[in-house]
């Protein structure tokens, strides 16, 4: 299993600021996710991040809005930057683990980071 | 491209049964995931499944494939006012990383 600690577990922003989310992995993992879950929606992959390359970005997410440090294999940063009221949502970092046979993963997540961005 | 679509609530007395459904779309996905979400947590995986079968249990939890109609349920027997959380159901995209989750169901289980 993995334990994934996120901080800030939330916070209340104002409009053109940015804010970075740190991810830390109680173990050593290749790829680490970023996740965003809009209420009443569901988990929309932003990125993906690998240490030591720049971060995979799905469509619709670009890099100058979501900048994603990875400096090791255990830790990841993702910045909202000049964030809007459309920005404000639950931003979760996650890792995926094999399951016993190997034949598949699981996620693990974080806590999330809850925005609210006036 | 691939969705993930669930009803969005459920509402089941404690004790009774609680059923969630899940429609896919991507016929490849070889794995199927429930995954729980409390209350300002981070989500948890229940269980999973693969393609290849049509039922799973896991003591209170049985998780039901119609790979045809490309359904998935679980079934949570005894629901429990723990039980009360969000449920989300996703697939694993095959050949990639990527996992595609539904809207996720809340469920809400009544004393």
């Known amino acids: 299993s993995a334990v994934i600690s996120q901080k800030p577990s939330r916070d209340i922003c104002q409009r053109g600021t940015s804010l970075t989310i740190q991810c830390q992995v109680d173990s050593q993992v290749t790829m680490m996710f970023w996740y965003r879950q809009q209420p009443g929606q569901s988990l929309t992959l932003i990125a993906t991040?690998?240490?030591?390359?720049?971060?995979?970005?799905e469509s619709g997410f670009v890099i100058d809005k979501f900048p994603i440090s990875r400096p090791n294999l255990t830790f990841s940063t993702l910045t909202v930057s000049n964030m809007s009221p459309e920005d404000s949502s639950i931003y979760l970092c996650s890792v995926e683990l094999g399951l016993a046979g190997g034949l598949t993963g699981e996620l693990f997540f974080g806590e999330g980071s809850r925005l609210t961005v006036l | 491209g691939e969705d993930v679509e669930q009803s969005l609530f459920l509402s089941v007395r404690e004790g009774d049964s609680s059923v969630i459904n899940c429609t896919y779309t991507d016929s490849s996905s070889t794995y199927l995931y429930w995954y729980k979400q409390e209350p300002g947590a981070g989500l948890q995986l229940l269980t999973y499944i693969f393609s290849n079968m049509d039922m799973k249990q896991d003591q209170r939890l049985t998780v039901l494939l119609n790979k045809k109609d490309k359904h998935l349920s679980l079934r949570i027997a005894d629901t429990q006012t723990g039980d009360s959380a969000i449920y989300f159901c996703a697939e694993s995209i095959k050949g990639t990383y990527k996992y595609i989750f539904g809207t996720g169901t809340r469920l809400k289980v009544l004393a």
């Open positions: 991040a690998n240490q030591g390359s720049e971060a995979t970005y």
